[in-house]
């Protein structure tokens, strides 16, 4: 009752402002004016703060966003909230605004049952909820609206049956109605008594709508688009409805129930139908189980047609010459029928078309080398069929052909190596057919190749080309179950996007390069049944993506490991090689167990690398004080990372469902901007919270590279230290990356709070995080699939989490290096990915050589570090105006090195003690933060050939960690004597 009275008083009090401050608007106006606010109170989410106008103050309501008046009768007749992101429930008020002409709330997330009250808008012409997540049945009272011209409810959750009133209500004004992607029920309920003249498009697809195509549709002769698609009615084809319709544009009927004419074996009917339909374009049957030959009068249809989707039916007879009379064809599909006889010469006339799909029938004959003229052709796909004779050297003139799948067939001959001359080509199946000769080097060096080449199970023989190493965008290669011999060539290690590599059932001998190893993408390798010997490469095993493996029936020889890439396989992939022993279960064991040097190798190398540090780099340093572990680069991080790999798959996430999860990218979620684009946060509908990086498309170009860039670079490299990926989000004019939302923020707010002058870190943590960074950076320069340079580390690239682990990012900018070939480090160089012009980091961090040209390496990165470790230590960012007068960062510490540099450590300590340290600390941290700087001097030399390997850093920011956290007792003493006293 209080709730009530207070209700009601607020309401009064409304009305009383509103006259007050409304005083231009006329009593009907104020009655739409309380309407609408009472609808905007339904909204509980508004992330554009597209209704931030609707409010109090003396803005008219006629300028409210949407919303349209009336001049004449001061009425409010246009409500358009369309694509605003409002979430909420529709309003039943929404009735009072009876002089409403079009409500449109589509494309928002508007829940709950459309209100039955919006059927008593009797003035409405438009009716717009499409695109919401609204449920229920579908109000009988819509069916009221007798002025509607315009419905649309397409994809919502809508169930139940179409209630009979929006069919049949007594109006001959409805041109537009599509109730598609919902999950209605029961018939189209068009009685015969009904009729829906004016009706132009009706949409009904992906539903669950069942029985045959009213009679009374035949009574629509203006409709132009009839989708029906995806249901499961039943029937004939309604051959006599649709020749009642000679406007149609679009006619789809694919996937339902519909059979032909004469109890499934005559189409000629329906067909015949349409002849009489000029403008028809589309016409899509496919998934019928029709049955019958294509009709001959197939060719008297409208050529206007541009696709034509007969596929997955069960038609059978030739194809008729006829349907080149549709010389405005662009898509032609008659796949997966019982089609027979060859294929007719006269298709090659049809000069439009772009994708022809002929495959899974039973046609025979030559593939007519006139195909050839058909110019524009994209996609040829006559596989599985019966097809024989050589293909065709004409194919060489298919300039645009970008898929030809001729496989399943019994075709023979050899390959033209006019095929190398399509350049475009994508996919190139040739396999399971008897064709024979050598793979044409100029087919093996077609580089257009960018997903597969299937030549598997013929007739081929010879070597495996050199110039396959060409083909470096392909991510797969099927040689199997040829006659191919020779050796495998080392160069096959240049494809290098290759994942699945198959060259088993060949007479291929000598040895496996290590190449092939190397490929750093390459998840399966078969090589059985071949004449293969030596041992199997150690690169193979060491290989972080490699899962599937087959050696077996060849002639290798030599000890097998179970470790790696070789810890799941079985015997099954060992079998027959006489000469191969090893911990395989199965397999018998080495007589002389060989030292496992797998570690110590390693171990070894970084022994020496450290002492080269000392010897070389560390002229600058003038002592070292303190002995430290060697602390070996964290290699159990790599053996997580073979987890993860697993579970490669990221789930999918949906555009609309981020645009939930960020308040549809509003303001208040905005959390960052950069160079490239901006970055929000948001929580998904699990809880997830997440950080939204969304690309500026605007910047074209340089965006998409840069975006599949970092794409490339999250989806490989994993590591404690990395930002992981949860998905990507890739349309054409939307592109975002999916990151966990880490807690702490980055680095540089920290470093840099906007309040206050402490950092609000103290040494442990900061050398913690670069410990962190260095080990993530390291990763990426050494042990990652594919090398990386980051190009741009820098405070805010460094995000911490919950645990203040900090996670590099944004590798937008970095450079994928091609061979991950840690024998030899120092020789970057040569294996560089091209650049594309794009500033490689940041003012202030970017090493000096890259102003001279030189391109991204390692050895910039490591510089980049180093000013990072300066920044720290001194709170002076690289960019500060000091530096500005040809000086920098690194030479201003340098001129202080090292007579004069206690004042900065001093301050340093002063900066990062928090209060209460005990007094012994001083001296241990006045030693690491010199320890700091001097690393940090080491790093930005001038000359990158001197600085240390993003390793060696690592390895010194792991033992100054290590030393924080543990001092050795001497030093406590030694600093502290009255605490041992
Ligand atoms: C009311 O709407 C006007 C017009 O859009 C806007 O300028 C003003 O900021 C709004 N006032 C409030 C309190 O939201
Ligand atoms: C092919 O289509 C174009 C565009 O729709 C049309 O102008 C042309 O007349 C058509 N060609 C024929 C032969 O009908
Ligand atoms: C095609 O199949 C039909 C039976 O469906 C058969 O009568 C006809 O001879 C076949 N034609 C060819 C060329 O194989």
């Not at 007749?77 to 002409?101: E, K, T, V």
């Not at 930005?940 to 001092?967: D, F, I």
């Amino acid at each position: 009752m209080g709730a009530c009275k207070l209700s009601m008083f607020s309401f009064l009090c409304l009305i009383i402002i509103l006259v007050v401050v409304s005083g231009e608007e006329s009593p009907q106006l104020v009655k739409d004016r309380i309407s609408l606010l009472s609808f905007r109170s339904g909204i509980v989410l508004d992330p554009e703060g597209a209704l931030e106008s609707w409010n109090s103050s003396s803005n008219h309501v006629c300028h409210w966003t949407g919303v349209k008046c009336d001049n004449a009768s001061d009425r409010v007749i246009q409500l358009d909230l369309s694509g605003l992101s409002l979430h909420g429930r529709i309003s039943p008020i929404l009735a009072n605004l009876s002089s409403l002409l079009v409500l449109d709330l589509s494309r928002n997330f508007f829940e709950g049952h459309i209100p039955v009250e919006l059927g008593y808008l009797f003035q409405l012409r438009q009716l717009s909820l499409s695109w919401n997540l609204l449920g229920g049945n579908i109000p009988e009272e819509l069916g009221f609206l007798h002025q509607l011209v315009y419905l649309d409810l397409g994809s919502n959750r809508l169930a139940g049956d179409i209630p009979a009133p929006l069919f049949c209500n007594g109006s001959s004004s409805l041109e537009y109605m599509d109730l598609s992607n919902n999950s209605l029920t029961g018939k189209i309920p068009l009685k015969n008594e009904c009729e829906l003249s004016a009706l132009r498009f009706l949409l009904l697809w992906s539903n669950r709508l069942v029985g045959r195509v009213p009679r009374a549709l035949s009574k629509s002769t203006n409709l132009k688009w009839l989708d029906l698609e995806s249901n499961m009615l039943t029937g004939e084809l309604p051959s006599e409805i649709v020749r009642k319709m000679p406007k149609l544009q679009f006619l789809y009927l694919s996937y339902n129930d519909f059979v032909s004419h004469d109890g499934n074996t005559n189409l000629e009917p329906f067909f015949a139908s349409l002849v009489n339909s000029s403008d028809l374009q589309e016409l899509e049957l496919a998934g019928n189980n029709l049955r019958g030959e294509i009709p001959p009068i197939v060719g008297n249809l409208s050529t206007n047609f541009v696709q034509i989707h007969l596929d997955e039916n069960l038609l059978y007879g030739s194809i008729p010459p006829h349907i080149s009379n549709l010389v405005n064809l662009t898509l032609l599909n008659l796949s997966s029928n019982l089609l027979n006889g060859t294929i007719p010469l006269e298709l090659c006339r049809m000069g439009k078309l772009e994708r022809v799909y002929l495959s899974n029938n039973s046609l025979s004959g030559e593939i007519p080398a006139a195909l050839a003229n058909i110019s524009h052709l994209g996609l040829l796909d006559l596989s599985k069929n019966k097809l024989t004779g050589p293909i065709p050297d004409s194919f060489a003139n298919l300039s645009q052909l970008r898929r030809l799948l001729l496989y399943e067939n019994q075709l023979s001959g050899t390959i033209p190596p006019s095929l190398g001359q399509c350049v475009n080509l994508e996919i190139l199946d040739l396999s399971r057919n008897t064709i024979s000769g050598i793979i044409p080097s100029e087919v093996a060096g077609l580089k257009s190749l960018k997903l597969y080449l299937n030549l598997s199970s013929n007739h081929l023989h010879g070597p495996l080309p050199l110039e396959l190493s060409k083909m470096d965008m392909v991510l797969a290669i099927d040689l199997s179950s040829n006659n191919l011999s020779g050796s495998i060539p080392p160069q096959l290690g240049s494809c290098i996007a290759l994942e699945h590599l198959n060259l088993s059932g060949n007479v291929l001998e000598g040895l496996l390069p290590a190449t092939i190893g190397q490929l750093p993408y390459l998840k399966e390798l078969d090589v059985s049944s071949n004449q293969l010997s030596g041992n199997i490469p150690q690169s193979l095993e060491a290989s972080p993506t490699l899962k599937h493996l087959n050696f077996s029936f060849n002639k290798f020889s030599g000890n097998t490991s179970n470790k790696g890439a070789f810890s799941s396989l079985t015997i099954d992939s060992f079998l027959g090689n006489e000469g191969l022993c090893g911990e395989i279960k199965g397999m018998p064991n080495c007589r002389r167990k060989h030292a496992h040097h797998s570690l110590v190798l390693p171990v070894l190398l970084s022994l020496f690398a450290t002492t080269l540090l000392c010897i070389f780099a560390y002229p600058l340093a003038l002592r070292s004080k303190f002995r430290r572990q060697m602390v070996i680069f964290n290699r159990g991080d790599l053996e997580d990372e073979d987890k993860e790999t697993k579970d490669l798959k990221h789930p999918r996430i949906s555009y609309r469902q981020l645009i939930e999860a960020t308040g549809g990218f509003s303001a208040s979620s905005l959390i960052g901007s950069g160079q490239f684009g901006h970055v929000y946060k948001g929580v998904l509908q699990d809880n997830t919270r997440i950080a939204v990086k969304v690309l500026d498309t605007k910047t074209a170009g340089e965006i998409s590279g840069s975006f599949k860039r970092e794409c490339q670079v999250l989806k490989r490299a994993k590591h404690r230290n990395l930002i992981k990926i949860i998905t990507i989000c890739s349309k054409p004019d939307f592109k975002a990356l999916v990151l966990p939302l880490m807690s702490n923020g980055s680095l540089e707010r920290h470093l840099y709070p906007s309040h206050g002058l402490n950092t609000g870190l103290d040494l442990i943590q900061l050398v913690s995080i670069c410990n962190d960074v260095a080990e993530g950076v390291a990763y990426l320069h050494h042990y990652s699939p594919v090398r990386v340079v980051h190009c741009d580390l820098k405070p805010s690239n460094i995000l911490l989490d919950e645990d203040m682990t900090a996670l590099v990012t944004d590798f937008g900018i970095a450079r994928l290096i091609k061979g991950a070939d840690d024998s030899n480090p120092t020789d970057d160089s040569v294996s560089f990915s091209s650049t594309d012009g794009l500033l490689c980091g940041s003012v202030g961090y970017i090493a000096p050589e890259y102003g001279m040209g030189k391109r991204a390496s390692t050895q910039g990165d490591v510089y980049s570090f180093g000013v990072l470790l300066l920044e720290i230590i001194t709170g002076r960012r690289p960019t500060d105006v000091l530096f500005h007068e040809g000086s920098s960062l690194h030479g201003w510490i340098k001129s202080h090195y090292p007579h004069n540099v206690k004042p900065i450590v001093d301050q340093a300590v002063l900066r990062f003690a928090p209060s209460g340290m005990p007094v012994y600390c001083n001296k241990i941290w006045s030693d690491v933060i010199l320890e700091l700087i001097e690393l940090g001097l080491i790093c930005t030399q001038n000359n990158p050939s001197t600085r240390p390997s993003m390793l060696e850093v690592a390895n010194e920011m792991g033992s100054l960690k290590q030393y924080l956290s543990s001092p050795p007792p001497l030093l406590i003493d030694e600093a502290y004597p009255k605490a041992s006293a």
